[in-house]
């Protein structure tokens, strides 16, 4: 009877502390220490750290970027606009249920915003909860008023974050050779843009850093910058109204697909008003062509962002594909 009381105090206590979220800095450096060594060692393993914001340059300046005030903002709806300060949000999982794996999230937004609500720090949150590391990617947004080269700005920050995760690995206990990624709509133009330009640095990497993705996750993507099936809203706010054929072919990502690609999911709607399906069918043909282990589905209906359906609907596809690649177990073999 005496150690299911004691039991007991254990779920209880650890279900106020999970259910109360974040405490006070004080509460936080004081309370843990009251509590018997056993029950604070218990809490320790079940509780994820607490979620933190890094600069993702550190003090670094930003690259590419002018000298102007920090005007960002979120929308009423869950948008974040006017970007100019990149950060790398945490999302580390609880050491009982972390495997070693991680995911960089990009959120979509058209380019002149961060879907936020949705697409961000409930990701992260998503992930960790199947213990993988998450970082959400607060991006640069192009801008001329920001940015030299606005075109650039977000595949640097895709490109820094990728380091700041590879360089932490030890810290955060994460694989350096499992770390994913996963982009949605416009975040997904910057996440297939990750995944087959990792041979250039946009960005400076004196110690060599792979910049390859392990693997990669694009949900209802913009893809290519051809006009005949390109978001125009997205390759507008990119590259302008008038890009030159080099840049649009650059941008255009199904025709920057190698061998070297990280295997792909792909998922989308067939009825997406916003962003043509025929962006993931032409960069699931180059990859299949390229010899890239991809998956892809389609539903038949879903529309953009997939607001008609169930979020578990979709995210048991992406959880499902993760662990069945073995990224989420050490001893599996990844797929070539």
Known sequence: MKKCGILLAILNLAAILLGAGRLQAQQSADFPRQLPPRIRQYLEQITPPPTVSLPLYGAAPIPNSKPTPNEEKMTGWGQMIDVSRPELEVFLPAKVKANGASIIIFPGGGYVGLTWKT?????????????????????????????????????????Q???????????????????GIIGFSAGGHLASTLGTHFGTDYVA??????????????????????PAIAHMGSRIALLGQHPTADKVRLFSNE???????????????????LVDVDNSVRFFEALRHAGVPVDMTIFRKGEHAFVLLPRDQWLSIVIGWIQGNGWTNQKAKQPN
């Open 255 to 273: 025709l920057q697909v190698t061998k070297e690609t990280p295997p792909t999911l792909l998922l989308h709607a067939a009825d997406d008003r």
């Open 119 to 159: 697409e961000g720090p409930s990701m992260g949150r998503f992930f960790q909860d199947y213990g993988i590391a998450a970082f959400v990617v607060k991006y640069r947004l192009p801008s001329e008023k920001t940015m030299a080269d606005p075109s650039l700005g977000p595949i640097e920050d895709a490109e």
């Open 161 to 179: 974050a990728m380091i700041l995760v590879r360089e932490h690995a030890k810290e955060w206990h994460l694989d350096p050779n499992r770390v």
């Open 205 to 226: 990497n004196p110690e060599h850093i792979n910049l390859r993705p392990d693997f990669m996750i694009l949900c209802y993507p913009v893809i290519s910058m051809d």
